[in-house]
């Protein structure tokens, strides 16, 4: 199998490459279209800020690409952001694949919110064989309200989404590859998705 992780320069893509190795499977850090576009499995990893990353994307013209791909495509964290529909960080516009925007935690809570947060609702088979209120390790500043989109859910002071789908796009505002034996399990059931 060809997992194509896409590489944009906001990608924490050494962590999702090792995460893949865990679980027995190799990834190729791409950002060639020719690559992407025969690849079998897409990984569109993000950390960072999304105006920074929305003109890089533009720039090697995946911002057209990303949307028009057929194969899974799995965003996390800033990369599923940017597959919504609009960022509040730098005012962005995102590649409009899932409903939804990206808006920041309002005061007085802490941000960037980190750490280990239980995970709801869970929706598709990306969460096969994963109990409800398993928790998810998240990073972030800006969170994407709920949607019909929305296939799991959890909580920083009001529900906002933890993942995303919609027709072949994945999304997961937590981090797959950081969070353990649940992580690797999203990991291998997106692996699995149409097999």
Known sequence: MKIAIIDYGAGNVKSVLFALERIGYKGLVTDKI?????????????????GSAMKTLREKELDTLIPKLKQDVLGICLGMQLMCEY????KT????I????ARQFPKPLK?????????????????????EESYGYFVHSFYITLSDCTIAQTDYSFPFS???????FYGCQFH????????????????????
């Open 93 to 96: 516009e995102g590649m409009g």
């Open 111 to 131: 941000i960037p919110h980190v750490g280990w947060n239980q995970i709801r609702h869970l929706k598709t088979n990306l969460f096969s064989k994963i109990p």
């Open 162 to 168: 933890a993942a995303l789908a919609k027709d072949n």
């Open 34 to 50: 020719s690559e992407i576009i025969t690849a079998d499995k897409i990984i569109f990893p993000g950390v960072g800020e999304a």
């Open 87 to 90: 960022s509040e960080e730098g």
């Open 98 to 101: 899932f409903t939804g925007n």
């Open 176 to 195: 797959p590859e950081k969070s353990s034996g649940i992580g690797e399990q999203v990991l291998r059931n997106f692996l699995k998705l149409g097999n």
